[in-house]
């Protein structure tokens, strides 16, 4: 065993930004950062959904294991709490997932992830978490003319083994019905696709972990964690933690560091929402429309929420040289500018509302756009997860699952669903600064190639020729 010695970028407090943040946030008092010293069976460091799915499912299986969360802000302010709060599987992998593991790997990780999303139900309902954890109609859909459907490989597939994903086409009738005028050419439904309030979530799983004694310090940055003979130390600005095992589950944050910088690149998602407007959309005709997202490459996600607020997201947007997560990662002007466009374009009949809200997070974009749960080779006290591909509010449950068994050293399913993860590989990403220029490249020709698709103009060829090359990788180092 080599050991770790990591350090992390310094971290500075932001204002939150997501509505369900702020409501989510709204009478509870600063917390005071951790000082002193402690020593825990298990250090977990990041308390957002991954952090604390963990340390819930040890609790679960072990009583008496001391467990300590350190946050750098308050729980749920990092990606879990200002996402769109959609709980997905990895029906969408199978193409990749059949490559990697064959047909009864893949339908196990398939399985696995359907299963995360019902523990998150089950959990809510069990500690009396009111995050409206709901199932919903969600349309994968064409929103640009011509254009063909993101799904074809994930059916194609699904017929080549004989499976049956989720969703079913929804014929062009049904399709004009559901949305109108608005630009919806195409699309396939799930029709029990969960969604729910993504803060209201990460604020309650740390009440559970409160009252069932876990200690988790907010305002609390990790600057730095290192192995040492029969404990691993966490330091923060502070305190120290000297920790029998670590998880890092800092998310994007931890993107820099060296074992996780080869597979996974940092970029931003964007949203932005109305205030509450069930009045507006009931006079509009808008309450039945679901949500979802469409087939471009900086996809839009968006839907309602229970009070009627609608809102609207974008991938890929602020690129992160060297993984450096800086203010536009919290609020990117332009960013919002071009996602407003958008809003306007899919919801044609909501021309005249405001967007009082807009706002960003980081995504850590793995190159197979699935997670890795894992332990360094470097020192197998040291667990991990990362690379979620703005798609972590159902995987981060599994996460909590295969990290749980991880640390306990427990041969279960979850092991074997984490190893079965761990074979799902698609090269490497290169080093910077070439990261940067290339994907700066390529991220230009996609925006205009799916703004002039958007608008019904022919995209420049050398756009259409570049924009594949966002999913390029280089092959794995030997
Ligand atoms: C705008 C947006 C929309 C999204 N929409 C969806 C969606 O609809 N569906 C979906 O499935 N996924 C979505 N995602 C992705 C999803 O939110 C994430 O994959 C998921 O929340 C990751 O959880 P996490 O706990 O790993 O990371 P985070 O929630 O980011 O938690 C990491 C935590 O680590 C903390 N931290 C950072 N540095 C340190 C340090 N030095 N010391 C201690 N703590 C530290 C951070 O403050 C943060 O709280 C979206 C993401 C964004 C940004």
Redesign the pocket.
Known sequence: MSGVAFR?RS?AARPPRAPWIVAALAGEVAPMPFAGAATVDVCI???????LWTALRLREQDAGLSIAV????R?G????G???????HWWTRLPLLLKCLGREGAMAVIEASEAAVADIHDFAAQHGIECEARYERSVWAVTAPGRPGAWGPMFKAAESIGVTPPQRPVPAEEMRALYGTAPYFAGVMEARATRLN?AALARGLRRVALAQGIAVHES???TRVTSAPGHVLVQTALGQVRAGQVVL?????MAHLAPFRDEVMVLS???VATDPIPQVLAARGLLGRPGGTNSRMMLN?GGVTPAGQVYL?RGAGVLAFGARIGAAFEHAPAQLRQLAADFRHLYPELHDVKLPHGW????DRSTTGMPQFGTLAADPRVHY?LG?T?????A?ALCGRVLASAVLGRQDRWHEVGALMARVRNGRYPPEPLRYLAASVVQGAVRRKETAERDGRKPWRLDAALAPLALATLPTKP
């Open positions: 992390f971290f460091i990041g308390g957002g959904f991954s952090g350190l946050e750098a802000d729980c302010t990092g990606a879990s200002r996402n769109s709060g959609a709980a997905g993504p609390s940055p990790v589950a800092a998310n994007a944050w998602s964007d949203m996600y997201g960003g997070g980081p995504i997860a979620y703005g798609h972590g509010v159902g981060t």
